[in-house]
């Protein structure tokens, strides 16, 4: 009789059966799909990004396909942080796999804040999406710049004891010089990649085809560069990376 073989992994002190992890923002908030596959199975579950006030997101149109994959422009559209633990959070406690929250912010102060109201709410760790602009610095984007990004990861680290993955930006000219700051300011794990900026123009009308006219590049035709990034980062992190 065959056995099934050990898949089982540990990152940042999170034990996983396997290491299949859903994307933040492609699985929702998991309740979405239970109707086909069984949540139990999965290595542990992200469910989409979550802000301390509830976001609409942006216009519609909010996706368009593209030749090696699609453009998404949803505006980090959630619930926030009360609805989530409220309503969201529960379904997922009732299933045997590890629950990461992805959080995001638009200042220092968001992050931390976040970070303190999940202490106690028997989650297993935070993915910190720095991929926001910082609304108190001119709008500069946290991933983009290291003294940025070491701060946030530093402000969450001190509000709290779960592990932290830090999940980066691949549009800077230097994705290691990111990575060093993340796990200076104390991520247990680093996640690559978040989605390429980009854009899709209707031929007819010549304007942008998403209602935001900018949104962010996702599926094979980014492969190789999350490759590349993961492969950078494996080089330096002397924390687990997850691609």
């Not at 997101?57 to 909010?62: E, L």
């Not at 942080?81 to 220092?108: C, D, M, T, W």
């Not at 106690?120 to 610095?137: A, F, Q, T, W």
């Not at 530093?154 to 060093?180: E, F, G, M, Q, W």
Request: hydrophobic share 40%.
């Amino acid at each position: 009789m065959e056995t099934e073989p050990d898949l089982s992994v540990n990152i940042a002190g999170i034990s996983l059966k396997n290491p299949v992890i859903t994307a933040s923002g492609t699985f929702g908030y998991g309740d979405e799909y239970t109707p086909f596959v069984d949540l139990n199975r999965l290595g542990a579950i992200i469910p989409k990004g979550i802000s301390l006030h509830p976001i609409e997101g942006n216009p519609p149109p909010r996706i368009v396909e593209t030749a090696a994959g699609m453009l998404n422009a949803i505006g980090l559209q959630n619930v926030g942080v009360e609805a989530f633990l409220r309503e969201k959070l529960p379904f997922l406690q009732q299933h045997e796999v590890p629950i990461i929250v992805n959080i995001f912010g638009y200042s220092v102060e968001e992050y931390s804040q976040l970070a303190q109201k999940f202490d106690g709410h028997e989650i297993d760790g935070l993915e910190v999406n720095i991929s926001c602009p910082n609304v108190k610095r001119g709008g500069c984007f946290f991933g983009h710049d290291p003294r940025m990004a070491f701060e946030v990861i530093h402000a969450v680290r001190r509000k709290t004891s779960l592990p932290i993955i830090a999940k980066l930006s691949p549009n800077v000219t230097d994705i290691t010089v990111i990575a060093r700051s993340v796990q200076e300011g104390g991520a247990d794990a680093i996640s690559l990649i978040n989605t390429l900026l980009g854009m899709a123009v209707d031929v007819q009308t010549r304007v942008p085809t998403l209602g935001n006219a900018t949104g962010g590049l996702s599926g094979p035709a980014i492969k190789p560069v999350a490759l590349r990034m993961v492969w950078q980062v494996a080089k330096v992190a002397q924390v687990p990376v997850i691609g």
